[in-house]
Antibody, heavy 117, light 107 residues
Framework: QLQLQESGPGLVRPSETLSLTCSVS??????????WGWIRQPPGKGLEWIGR???????YYNPSLKSRVTISVDTSKNQFSLNLSSVTAADTAVYYC?????????WGQGTLVTVSS | DIQMTQSPSSLSASVGDRVTITCRAS??????LGWYQQKPGKAPKRLIY???SLQTGVPSRFSGSGSGTEFTLTISSLQPEDFATYYC?????????FGGGTKVAIK
């Protein structure tokens, strides 16, 4: 059974870079049938798609975040990562990673990242 | 961007009620839509994919329909464990976009 787990700092200072990693277990990230995505949810609000990547690369980002986002993949570690630069309080959210193919399934449990000094 | 308008934003219902939630796309998305259930403090869980296909393991009281711009999620007989927030997601074109959510509460 495929499982995803987000990891990274829970607190990031304003103007710094948020960095998260999603570790995939129970299956290989190196499948051409799927892509790997990041989604976030500010406290008490709805879901926002951040971007996705294939195991071979080819990232695609939400234009609303494109200038600040980088998604990368490390097939040797069965992981993919999210970097979000120049963060502000508006980037405070639960960040989810998920496997993509006609939507997303399964999802990681999510990790809360708070942007505060 | 394709806008997904979900309605209602909230509803209250009783156990055993039939519940219908709607998502309207700002342009045609074929059947490239899924429905997700989210309980407090948990990750979303996909219930329906390709507008009407039931995810493995999801109870048959959940069903989806629609194509193009109008989609519905129906819960035929609401159960206590179904009280949650529901979202639609279109994956027809980038950026992928979610509906605003529908919170289903106990009446």
């Amino acid at each position: 059974q495929l499982q995803l787990q987000e990891s990274g700092p829970g607190l990031v200072r304003p103007s710094e870079t948020l960095s998260l990693t999603c570790s995939v277990s129970g299956g290989s990230i190196s499948s051409s049938n799927y892509h790997w995505g990041w989604i976030r949810q500010p406290p008490g609000k709805g879901l926002e798609w951040i971007g996705r990547i294939y195991y071979s690369g080819s990232p695609y980002y939400n234009p609303s975040l494109k200038s600040r986002v980088t998604i990368s993949v490390d097939t040797s570690k069965n992981q993919f990562s999210l970097n979000l630069s120049s963060v502000t309080a508006a980037d405070t959210a639960v960040y989810y990673c998920a496997r993509g193919a006609a939507g997303f399934d399964p999802w990681g449990q999510g990790t809360l990242v708070t942007v505060s000094s | 961007d394709i806008q997904m308008t979900q309605s209602p934003s909230s509803l209250s219902a009783s156990v055993g009620d039939r519940v219908t939630i709607t998502c309207r796309a700002s342009q045609g998305i074929r059947n490239d839509l899924g429905w997700y259930q989210q309980k407090p403090g948990k990750a979303p869980k996909r219930l329906i994919y390709a507008a009407s296909s039931l995810q493995t393991g999801v109870p048959s009281r959940f069903s989806g329909s629609g194509s193009g711009t109008e989609f519905t999620l129906t819960i035929s007989s609401l159960q206590p464990e179904d009280f949650a927030t529901y979202y639609c997601l279109q994956h027809n074109s980038y950026p992928l976009t979610f509906g605003g959510g529908t919170k289903v509460a106990i009446k």
